[in-house]
């Protein structure tokens, strides 16, 4: 076993932690903010700790190739898990733990688990499953830090670090390879029943290092500091949160909440220099410093508007990254003051949101990805970004727009290492997304600019046709809906028009309710909203073209249902 794997060789998985251990041994790796107090483990640690449950499960008689569940929220001990059956070749399906009981089940009866490393609340439910539905499922291990009296049958992690009497060793031990499946990865759902992605170790670290020879100058090997928020069953925070951190030596500290008092908390207590997020995250954190200023006293409102008025002024004057300086101060009491940037990916991010933080000093970096690419495509230079482009492909990935309109836009389509092997036990879908020369075709419509920036248009299944034949791209309109003070959120879909064989743009719209109460709006009735929304949505029409333009909407109380990262379901909506 070799344990100081050159960054050059790195081509798995262990490659990754094993050359991290050995350049950066004392380097914190992962913190948990514990109610008990802060929990840390260094590299070395890491790395020990790691082998020894990877041992474990080969000695419970795991045979590579086989899968193994994750089933749990972030922590250290997730990625311990994670990297453990990895190193014993063992195939991960991390599983969504907002998903409800049904569909948990589900997923590990399709994926054929044959042990699961779980937290302690959702013990009961994989305990009663396992002595019917699951007949495979032959081994349960609790990862909680201290997971008290175990019910019998079940492990805790230190119960399998000591597993030594059943290894089954062919010779020595057994060692992944590059084109072996790490994850097996079942997709959100959005548009219906979730897809297995296999991902290979390559096709994972492949991306890894894309990823940092495309930002690499701005980062620094060994010192870097991330925040992790996002689940890491997503692919997303996975992949950019977790295992590109791992590889330059870098500190994680796991978020305690999803709250943006938490999160800024949080960022102020790592001195996080990098946070991956989703857009509604970046969205919840602008309307808390917008709150929070509101709340301040009216001395420190007025400092607060004078610096922006200045930011404002020295734009017009074409400095575009004036804040930087004018709000230094505020950033440092914030908890801002260690950040480099904040990466966006998972949904489109309105340019709105990064025109506040680029105000601030902040700089937001939107991405592009999808889990069939282990998932990260695109992202947007930090010295030249693009508020409404998802950036310039990876270095090593390949990008072209198929079947171009009159006005470019087009079926993207990509190519590189990191591209998915295909869908687990079903060729036949894997031959309509990935063609023979290699080319993933992602289903999002978008263009590319005269500098290779990349932007997208929206999803060819949400693509409204009107009776002219002109294309309308709900992604387009969302955006402008939703930054009305009065609307939560909103979804634009197309309807058959009863007057013509085209489609008419209709929307449903969630009212913010909280922001109707501060405007001295309490309990509407209903015809009282529906015109104040009616005029909220004649505002957009009037920056929109005819054809773009809102025949009609539906107000919906209710959020509507979403993935783990926020993307709504919208073939749960019965329109």
């Known amino acids: 076993m070799n344990s100081s794997v050159p960054l050059k060789r790195v081509r798995t998985i262990p490659d990754v932690l094993r050359c991290s251990a050995s350049r950066f041994p004392d380097n914190p790796a992962l913190t948990d903010r514990a109610r008990d107090g802060d929990r840390t483990i260094t590299y070395r640690e890491l790395s020990v700790e790691v082998e020894k449950l990877s041992a474990g499960l080969q000695g419970l ?7 193994c569940a994750i089933l749990g929220g972030n922590s250290p001990e997730w990625g311990k898990a994670y990297l453990a059956a990895a190193t014993a070749g063992l195939v991960n399906v991390p599983i969504d733990s907002f998903l409800s009981p049904n569909e948990i089940k589900h997923l590990i009866a399709a994926a054929s688990v044959k042990a699961i490393f779980v937290s302690s609340r959702f013990l009961d439910m994989i305990l009663d499953s396992a002595r019917g539905t ?76 894309a990823c940092y020879d495309t930002v690499g100058d701005h980062l620094d090997l060994g010192r870097e500091r991330f925040l992790s928020v996002l689940p890491l069953h997503h692919a997303f925070e996975f992949t950019a949160g977790f295992m590109l951190p791992l590889y ?18 949080d960022l102020a207590w790592s001195r ?25 006293p009216a001395s420190k409102r007025a400092v607060f508007r004078g610096m922006w008025r200045a930011v404002l002024t020295a734009e017009k004057m074409g400095m575009r990254n004036a804040g930087r300086r004018i709000f230094a101060s505020f950033r440092k009491k914030a908890g801002f003051g260690s950040i480099k940037f904040f990466i966006s990916g998972g949904a489109p991010l309105s340019p709105d949101i990064s025109l506040f933080f680029r105000r601030l000093g902040l700089t937001i970096l939107q991405g592009y990805g999808l889990t069939e690419a282990s998932p990260v495509l695109s992202i ?53 997304v990935i063609d023979r020369d290699g080319w993933l075709y992602t289903g999002d419509l978008g263009y590319i600019d005269n500098e290779g920036y990349i932007f997208i248009s929206g999803r060819h299944k949400n693509l409204i046709v009107t009776a002219a034949g002109k294309n309308v791209y709900p992604e387009e309109i ?12 909103s979804m634009v879909y197309g309807k058959l028009s009863k007057r013509s064989n085209g489609e008419e743009v209709h929307a449903v719209i969630v009212p913010d309710f909280e922001a109707l109460a501060q405007a001295g709006i309490k309990n509407p009735s209903d015809k009282e909203l529906k015109e104040l929304i009616g005029q909220e949505v004649q505002k957009v029409n009037r920056h929109l073209a005819a054809f773009k333009r809102i025949k009609e909407f539906l107000i919906m109380s209710e959020e509507f249902p979403k993935t783990s990262t926020r993307k709504i379901k919208r073939h749960l909506l019965k329109l």
């Open 61 to 67: 008689g795991l045979k590579p190739g086989e899968r």
């Open 380 to 432: 947007n230079p930090a010295e030249a970004p693009k508020d409404a482009s998802v950036g310039k492909p990876l270095v090593g990935v390949d990008v072209k727009v198929v079947d171009p309109g009159q006005d470019g836009i087009g079926e993207l389509a990509f190519r590189g290492p990191m591209i998915t092997k295909g869908y687990f036990n079903d060729p036949e879908t894997t031959k309509k």
């Open 134 to 209: 699951f007949k495979g499922l032959n081994h349960i291990i609790c990862m909680d830090f201290d997971p008290g009296d175990l019910p019998e049958g079940v492990f805790s992690l230190n119960d399998l670090k000591s597993v030594k009497g059943k290894r089954r060793f062919l010779k020595g031990r057994h060692e992944p390879g590059p084109d072996d499946i790490a994850s097996l990865i079942f997709t959100s759902g959005t548009t219906g029943a979730p897809k297995g992605v296999m991902l290979s170790h390559w096709n994972i670290v492949s991306d890894v290092i």
């Open 478 to 489: 969302e955006p402008l809906l939703n930054g009305s003070r009065f609307i939560f959120e």
């Open 248 to 265: 330059m030596g870098s500190w994680i500290t796991y978020a305690r909440s999803l709250k943006s008092k938490q999160i800024m908390e």
């Open 272 to 296: 996080a220099t990098i946070l991956f997020g989703v857009p509604l995250l970046y969205q919840k954190m602008m309307a808390g410093i917008k709150r929070g200023v509101a709340k301040a």
